[in-house]
C-alpha cells in the first residue's frame, strides 16, 4: 500500500474546477514531486492534503487512514508537515522559538500547568529547547538561535522554515517551491539538502518545484499538472521525454518540432527537459 495515496481528488472554487479528478500515489521513503505550469492545481493539492482546504470529490489517504475530511491539526498530528511558497515565519521571534512553535503538537503541557509552572511544564520545556538546538544544528543554522527569524538571509529561512516543520516530527514533509528565489548555487545546496533529510531521517517528501535543475535530480517519481489535471506520471527521464508535457510548457507545436529548435526542451531553459536549466514555466 502506498504511504500517500490521493485518488479522484477534485477541488472547485466557485465555477473554477482547480483539482480535477487526481489519482497519485507517494511511496513511504521516496522523493516525489509535482509540476506544472502557473495556475496548474499544484498548491491546491498540497493544501487539500494538509488539510487547508476540503475536497469536494475523492479521497486522500495517509499510511491507510483517511485524512481528507480532519482538521488540519489531526493532520498535522499524524505527521505531515509543510513549508511554504512564501516564506512564512514568525519574523519578530527568534531562530529557536519558531521551531519551537513547531513542536507544538508534542508538548504535554496544559495551560494551567503553564500558569503553575509545574515540573511537567518545566521538563516539556527542556526537551523542546534541546530538540529545537538540535534541529538548527540540523539544519546548519547553529550559533543563529538568538537572531530575529526576520533578519536571516533568504537561504537562511528557507532552513529555519524547514526546521520548524521539523519540529512536527513529521514522516511526510511537504515542501512548496523550496529553492524560489534563490541563486544556483543556493538552489543546490537546497537539493542536497532535501536530500539529506530523506537519507537520514527517513522522512517521505513530496514537492512543488519550478526548478527544473531540482525536479529532475532529487525526484524518483514526477506527477504534471495542467488546469488541474494530472496529465502525466513517470519518471524524470519519462517527464522529459513526455510530448504531452513538453506541449504544456512550451505551447502545441513544440512537441512535434515545428517551433524555433532554441525554445525545445533540451536546448533551452524553460521546458521540463532543461533539467541544467533555470526555472520551467511561471509560478504557480
Excluded at 495551560?111 to 544544528?137: M, N, P, Q, Y
Amino acid at each position: 500500500m502506498a504511504f500517500l495515496t490521493a485518488h479522484g481528488v477534485t477541488k472547485r472554487f466557485g465555477g473554477l474546477l482547480a483539482v480535477n479528478a487526481l489519482d497519485f500515489e507517494v511511496e513511504q521513503g521516496a522523493i516525489a514531486s509535482v509540476i506544472g505550469p502557473n495556475g496548474a492545481g499544484k498548491t491546491t493539492f498540497f493544501n487539500c492534503i494538509a488539510g487547508f482546504y476540503e475536497i469536494d470529490a475523492g479521497e486522500i489517504v495517509f499510511d491507510g487512514q483517511p485524512i481528507h475530511r480532519l482538521r488540519r491539526d489531526k493532520i498535522a498530528h499524524l505527521g505531515i508537515s509543510r513549508t511554504y511558497q512564501n516564506i512564512r515565519l514568525f519574523a519578530n521571534m527568534t531562530a529557536i522559538e519558531n521551531i519551537l512553535v513547531g513542536q507544538h503538537h508534542h508538548l504535554r503541557s496544559t495551560w494551567i500547568g503553564a500558569v503553575l509552572g509545574t515540573k511537567t511544564v518545566r521538563e516539556d520545556e527542556a526537551k523542546a529547547l534541546l530538540e529545537a538546538r538540535r534541529l538548527l544544528r540540523f539544519v546548519g543554522l547553529q550559533g543563529k538561535g538568538d537572531l530575529p527569524a526576520g533578519k536571516l538571509p533568504y537561504g537562511d529561512q528557507r532552513r529555519l522554515e524547514v526546521a520548524r516543520a521539523l519540529g512536527n516530527k513529521p514522516r511526510l514533509l511537504l515542501l512548496d517551491e523550496p529553492t524560489a528565489g534563490m541563486n544556483p548555487a543556493e538552489s543546490a545546496q537546497m537539493t542536497q539538502f532535501i536530500r539529506h533529510l530523506r537519507d537520514e531521517l527517513g522522512i517521505t517528501i513530496l514537492l512543488i518545484e519550478h526548478e527544473m535543475r531540482v525536479v529532475m535530480g532529487i525526484s524518483e517519481k514526477i506527477a504534471v499538472l495542467h488546469y488541474g489535471q494530472k496529465i502525466a506520471e513517470g519518471t524524470p527521464h519519462e517527464i522529459q521525454n513526455n510530448p504531452t508535457v513538453i506541449e504544456a510548457y512550451l505551447g502545441r507545436g513544440s512537441a512535434g518540432g515545428t517551433e524555433d529548435d532554441s525554445s525545445a526542451p533540451g536546448t533551452g531553459a524553460s521546458g521540463p527537459a532543461a533539467a541544467g536549466g533555470t526555472s520551467a514555466g511561471a509560478r504557480g
